[in-house]
Structure formats: C-alpha cells, structure tokens
Antibody, heavy 124, light 108 residues
Framework: QVTLRESGPALVKPTQTLTLTCTFS??????????VSWIRQPPGKALEWLAR???????YYSTSLKTRLAISRDTSKNQVVLTMTNMDPVDTATYYC????????????????WGQGTLVTVSS | EIVLTQSPGTLSLSPGERATLSCRAS???????LGWYQQKPGQAPRLLFY???SRATGIPDRFSGSGSGTDFTLTISRLEPEDFAVYYC?????????FGPGTKVDIK
C-alpha cells in the first residue's frame, strides 16, 4: 500500500522560508521510474505543479518559481523535502506531495498516489 | 509553455445524465502526456486517466477519456452521486507539468 504524508508549519510569516517534508511508504525512490512531486492549490483555485525529484536524483522546477524552490530527498528515511524561500501571502495554499510514475523512456507520466495535503497560511 | 483550457467551468446535471468535459491545449500535445484527475471537497485529487484514455486502477468504466492534438474529452456516461466533483486535465511537456483550471460538475 502506497502512502504519502506531508508535514510542516501551518503558519509562516512573509519573507520566511517554508520547509515541507513528504514521508512516504510502499515504494522506493531508488527504483527506476519512481519520482515524487510537490503540487499546491490555493483555496478555491486550481492545482499548480511546483517541483519533482526522480529516482536518479534529477530535479525539475516550475519555471515561474524555480528561483525560490529547492527539492531534495533522503532515501534512507523515505522522505522528500521542499523548501520555498521568501514566502508571500499569495503562497497560501494546500501543499500536496504525490508519487509520479514515469514510463520507460518517458513514455508517460502520471500522479498516481497523493498525500492528504497540508494547508500553509502566510500571514504576519 | 502549454496552456490548458477547460470547458465548461461548471456543468449542472442530474444523476443518471451524461457529462462531457472538454480540455483544450494551446498547441498540439502528445496524448501520451495528457491526464485527468477528480477532486472532491477536502480531498486530494485522484487519478482517472493517463495517456488520455488509459483508465487508472479502480476507475469505473462509466468514465472514458478520448482525444488527440489539442482537444481532449472526459465523458461520464451516467452520473452517479459520487461523481459530482471538480475535474482537472493535466499535461506533461518539456519537463514541466501544467493543470487546467478545472470543471465543476454539480447537481442540478
């Protein structure tokens, strides 16, 4: 059974750095084709992809947010960490981590398992 | 960067009716990289389709996905009470993922 769980602060102040941890089970991020992504959703709005880390430690970021994001992993702990710098009230959102499956040779990509999400509010 | 547009924004239907949801890409995309997700209030999204028409595990066959190029469709043949939700299309390209704005299917 695959599970993912997000953890981190519920409230951060403007200009602070947000650190979120995704703890997962049921798969290994060392297995070829396995990836983990972060996706966020402001209240009442659509989903926005943020970042991705792959089984080979390759990392990819949203074009609009890449200067503020960093993603890393600890395969021994089955964790993926996302940091986002210079937080602003517009960054208030539910942040999800999700398992991303990649087909052989990149033939497909899809998010097949999601965490429950964690609401982060940015306010002074 | 590909922009996805979904229509209609809201679809008001009754249980038992057919729902047809549209996802249009700003330029032609590979159907291999087009997915659909369902999200209910207070829940995480759930994968419905990948590769435009490949049904995810456990998804009932009243759901179907189709399309190619710039136009993709999610069809629910007969709406069940649990199908009233928001539906998102999603695309992968050039190492980036984009989601559409969503279509809300609510009870008429």
């Amino acid at each position: 059974q695959v599970t993912l769980r997000e953890s981190g602060p519920a409230l951060v102040k403007p200009t602070q750095t947000l650190t979120l941890t995704c703890t997962f089970s049921g798969f290994s991020l060392s297995t070829s084709g396995m990836c983990v992504s972060w996706i966020r959703q402001p209240p009442g709005k659509a989903l926005e992809w943020l970042a991705r880390i792959d089984w080979d430690d390759a990392k990819y970021y949203s074009t609009s947010l890449k200067t503020r994001l960093a993603i890393s992993r600890d395969t021994s702990k089955n964790q993926v960490v996302l940091t986002m710098t210079n937080m602003d009230p517009v960054d208030t959102a539910t942040y999800y981590c999700a398992r991303l499956r990649r087909g052989a040779g990149g033939s497909y990509y899809y998010f097949d398992w999601w965490g429950q999400g964690t609401l982060v509010t940015v306010s002074s | 960067e590909i922009v996805l547009t979904q229509s209609p924004g809201t679809l008001s239907l009754s249980p038992g009716e057919r729902a047809t949801l549209s996802c249009r890409a700003s330029q032609s995309v590979s159907s291999s990289y087009l997915g659909w997700y369902q999200q209910k209030p207070g829940q995480a999204p759930r994968l419905l389709f990948y590769g435009a028409s490949s049904r995810a595990t456990g998804i009932p066959d009243r759901f179907s996905g189709s399309g190619s190029g710039t136009d993709f469709t999610l069809t629910i043949s007969r709406l069940e009470p649990e199908d009233f939700a928001v539906y998102y299309c999603q695309h992968y390209g050039n190492s980036l993922f984009t989601f559409g704005p969503g279509t809300k299917v609510d009870i008429k």
